[in-house]
């Protein structure tokens, strides 16, 4: 395990302070045999020497005692979130870092067998899995990344994005500091989506844990989590693991690969009214969603993909999870709703 950067199957939840709580999940999920998309996790601490090398941190400083009493509404979060980001993206990453990243992405180039892999380029923090403090949809991912250049880029911005206007006005709202909470970046093998989506082992809106609730479309996730169509809908027996009902929606937008990115395209005509996955495809969703949930104990809330190059059943992955640590049954229908939202939403 590098100082830099540690391969998701080196993590487990005892690393959430040196890789954040989203790559810490993906070591865990290895250790219990659920398939997710290999990849490497570029530590806190790569982050912690970055500012300090740089200088960065010195000019954040310097530059938030404009704002002794922190900036008071959302015109001044704006501003101090585009100063912040203008130093970090700014600063070139210490040399030592850009060389145990690049040696980490040829590894998995070399791996997979694919020059210039694209990669889901994704920042953890080590704050965001907290019961207090959710930070949801606050850091940024970016997907179909290609290359040394266009990652080294991307890990800036994920870095940048600890400063959202967003996630400012919300460390204000809870006295967390502006400046606290390290970043961690995963850098994971793009999966090549036929279809994505999220999924639940508790009803997000009756409580009932007996369920696991699948939502998807077809391409990637973005079009779910966006909200950018009615997603299909599978419910799973959680003890049996077998699909016992669907609703089969019209989709008629979804996610592909661009050229560097994503775009949003239109659904071919013969698939929209189709379901974007089979019921065995739906059922070993199911079996890791369960797998997660037996290990942490808790509900969780997950992503998953389903390759269109592999064969059933290595085609299915899980891309997160994250654990759920509000008792939703508890709650009245708007507060699970919103709960439910929070854990789908959480970068």
Request: proline share 3%; aromatic share 8%.
């Amino acid at each position: 395990m590098s100082k830099w950067s540690c391969w998701f199957e080196e993590l487990g939840k005892e690393h959430n302070n040196l890789v954040g709580g989203k790559c810490a999940n993906l070591g865990e999920m290895m250790k219990i045999g659920v398939r997710i998309p290999t990849g490497f996790a570029i530590t806190t601490e790569a982050y912690d020497n970055f500012l300090e090398e740089t200088g960065a941190d010195r000019e954040m400083k310097d530059y938030l005692l404009k704002f002794r009493e922190g900036p008071r509404n959302f015109s001044e979060f704006e501003e101090v979130s585009k100063a912040i980001e203008d130093i970090i993206v700014s600063k070139e990453i210490p040399k030592a870092i850009q060389e145990s990243i690049w040696m980490e992405y040829e590894a998995l180039c070399q791996e997979t067998g694919v020059s210039d892999l694209p990669v889901a380029v994704r920042s953890s923090g080590i704050a965001e899995d907290m019961p207090t403090a959710s930070f949801a949809g606050q850091y940024e991912s970016y997907l179909n990344v290609r290359g040394k250049d266009d990652l080294l880029e991307k890990v800036r911005l994920c870095w940048a994005s600890a400063f959202t206007a967003r996630g400012i006005n919300y460390r204000v709202q809870k006295k967390l500091g502006l400046l606290g909470g390290s970043v961690s970046v995963g850098v994971q093998k793009m999966v090549n989506s036929r279809a994505s989506g999220v999924g639940f082992t508790i009803h997000p809106v009756t409580g009932n844990d007996t369920r696991i609730i699948l939502e998807g479309n077809w391409g990637l996730g973005e079009s779910v989590v966006q909200g950018v169509v009615t997603p299909d809908t599978f419910v799973i027996d959680k003890k049996t693991v077998k699909l016992e009902e669907q609703e089969i929606s019209t989709k008629l937008r979804q996610y592909s690969f661009s050229h560097r990115g994503t775009a949003e395209v239109d659904v071919p005509l013969e698939k929209q009214n189709v379901a974007c996955i089979s019921t065995e495809e739906a059922e070993q969703i199911a079996e890791f969603t369960k797998m997660v949930e037996s290990h942490y104990g808790v509900p969780v809330d997950i992503e998953w993909a389903v390759d269109a190059d592999l064969s059933f059943p290595e085609r299915v992955f899980l891309v997160q999870a994250r654990q759920v640590t509000v008792v939703v049954k508890k709650k009245n229908a708007t507060d699970q709703i919103l709960d439910m939202m929070v854990a789908r939403f959480s970068s």
